[in-house]
């Protein structure tokens, strides 16, 4: 399930990614442009991974939990996100995107 934080002021900052039983309050995620994972406990965001170590931010807010204006391409959601009616497409999934996969496991 993803979300949009944002600062105090509305300002959309990042696109994360969290367990669908997630806590409001207080739950870890996964930043979806970069490979950092974080926890946000009542407003205070704290992102791992940074060169200079953790990086913390106050006052931040879930601001967004829809689902059909969060999934697929990273740069338009940010793009549409003033767009209260903006949906983004489905993602469209062929058969030939799985042949990479080797189904001879044997179990």
Request: aromatic residues 14%.
């Amino acid at each position: 399930m993803r979300l949009m934080l944002s600062t105090v002021n509305g300002e959309p900052s990042l696109l994360v990614e969290v367990d669908g039983n997630y806590d409001p309050v207080k739950f870890a995620f996964r930043v979806i442009n970069g490979g950092w994972d974080g926890k946000f406990v009542n407003g205070d965001m704290t992102v791992d991974g940074s060169y200079d170590g953790a990086v913390v931010c106050r006052g931040m807010t879930i601001s967004c939990d829809t689902q059909s204006r969060l999934h697929g391409d990273y740069h338009a959601v940010f793009s549409n996100f003033d767009n209260v009616d903006y949906e983004a497409p489905e993602p469209e999934y062929k058969k030939t995107d799985f042949t990479d996969f080797d189904d001879d496991i044997p179990f």
